[in-house]
């Protein structure tokens, strides 16, 4: 059982960064009663949350490969 090892399981850094990155993009582009983004003010609309989850899952993807590519090389090195 894999998922019950600690150590096989991967770190949760490409899911925070794919997150962060995703919230930062969706605020220019949102627009709610409380705040309108400078993107959404130009009449593009509420598209915040598509933009979001683009983002997030591109930068998850690149982060992930990234993170996968990192350790294989770790894992040799330490062999």
Known sequence: ??????????????VVMAFMCACGALVPF????????PVA???SGDI????????????YAL?????KSWYKKMSKSDA
């Open 1 to 14: 059982m894999t998922w019950a090892s600690y150590t096989l399981l991967p770190n949760s850094i490409p």
């Open 30 to 37: 949102m627009s709610q009663a409380w705040y309108v983004g």
């Open 41 to 43: 003010r130009h009449g």
């Open 48 to 59: 915040g949350v598509f933009v979001g989850f683009v983002v997030g899952a591109i930068t």
């Open 63 to 67: 982060a992930r490969g990234f993170e």
